[in-house]
């Protein structure tokens, strides 16, 4: 998930600088890149029901008025227009290295796939399907890091979602007629997490 930048606001000499680092990002890349954008609905009834309890609470008799009026605002506000959230998204897919690597016994993974080749056993599969999973692991550890740090120069904020963001994610997306289950905690906390950015 990517933290977003009004481009327009900004002046010719920062744009230039955004385009110049985008362009490096892209001519620097040797992989496929996709760039999201998801906009839906957000559900306000939690922000509704908070702003209701803390009206509730308030003593102050001129403090829990305003609290009121400004409920009542949002209430109507929430009824008459749609009001819409915009997050963005970079997705790095991971594609195997066209040209498998050479086993430790020298043989060519080719040839042992043939009739009359090596055989492996079962614990060796195992042990060779553990072995190309973390390669694919950290292969695509290494291109969310240069993503990341690539977005860097052009004043944006990435984060890796987790699996427990994914599938938040995935439910919003694949129920467009839903509004939003709740609101995506990785939102508002971007600019913390991207401090303490880790991958592990």
């Given at each position: 998930?990517?933290?977003?930048?009004?481009?327009?606001?900004?002046?010719?000499?920062e744009?230039?600088?955004?385009?110049?680092?985008?362009?490096?990002?892209?001519?620097?890349?040797?992989?496929?890149?996709?760039?999201?954008?998801?906009?839906?609905?957000?559900?306000?009834?939690?922000?509704?029901?908070?702003i209701?309890?803390?009206?509730?609470?308030?003593?102050?008799?001129?403090?829990?008025?305003?609290?009121e009026?400004?409920?009542?605002?949002?209430?109507?506000?929430?009824?008459?227009?749609?009001?819409m959230?915009?997050?963005?998204?970079?997705?790095?897919?991971?594609?195997p290295?066209?040209?498998?690597?050479?086993?430790?016994?020298?043989?060519?993974?080719?040839?042992?796939k043939?009739?009359?080749?090596?055989?492996?056993?079962?614990?060796?599969?195992?042990?060779?399907?553990?072995?190309?999973?973390?390669?694919?692991?950290?292969?695509?550890?290494?291109?969310?890091?240069?993503?990341?740090?690539a977005?860097?120069?052009?004043?944006?904020?990435?984060?890796?979602?987790?699996?427990?963001?994914?599938?938040?994610?995935?439910?919003?997306?694949?129920?467009?007629?839903?509004q939003?289950?709740?609101?995506?905690?990785?939102?508002?906390e971007?600019d913390a997490?991207?401090?303490?950015?880790?991958?592990?």
């Open positions: 998930m990517v933290s977003g930048i009004n481009f327009d606001l900004l002046s010719d000499a744009q230039e600088v955004i385009i110049n680092a985008y362009q490096s990002l892209l001519n620097g890349l040797d992989f496929s890149l996709q760039i999201l954008v998801h906009s839906r609905k957000v559900n306000m009834t939690n922000y509704l029901a908070e209701k309890q803390i009206g509730e609470r308030e003593t102050n008799e001129l403090l829990r008025l305003q609290i009026e400004y409920y009542n605002f949002i209430d109507e506000l929430v009824k008459s227009t749609n009001i959230v915009k997050r963005f998204y970079v997705v790095i897919p991971y594609s290295s066209p040209i498998a690597p050479v086993t430790g016994g020298g043989a060519i993974p080719l040839l042992e043939l009739p009359f080749g090596k055989k492996s056993t079962p614990q060796e599969e195992a042990q060779k399907k553990e072995m190309n999973f973390e390669n694919q692991r950290m292969q695509l550890y290494y291109r969310v890091n240069a993503v990341v740090s977005l860097k120069p052009m004043g944006l904020n990435a984060i890796r979602l987790k699996t427990a963001d994914l599938i938040e994610l995935y439910y919003n997306f694949y129920n467009p007629e839903k939003e289950r709740k609101n995506l905690a990785i939102a508002s971007l997490e991207y401090e303490e950015y880790s991958l592990e």
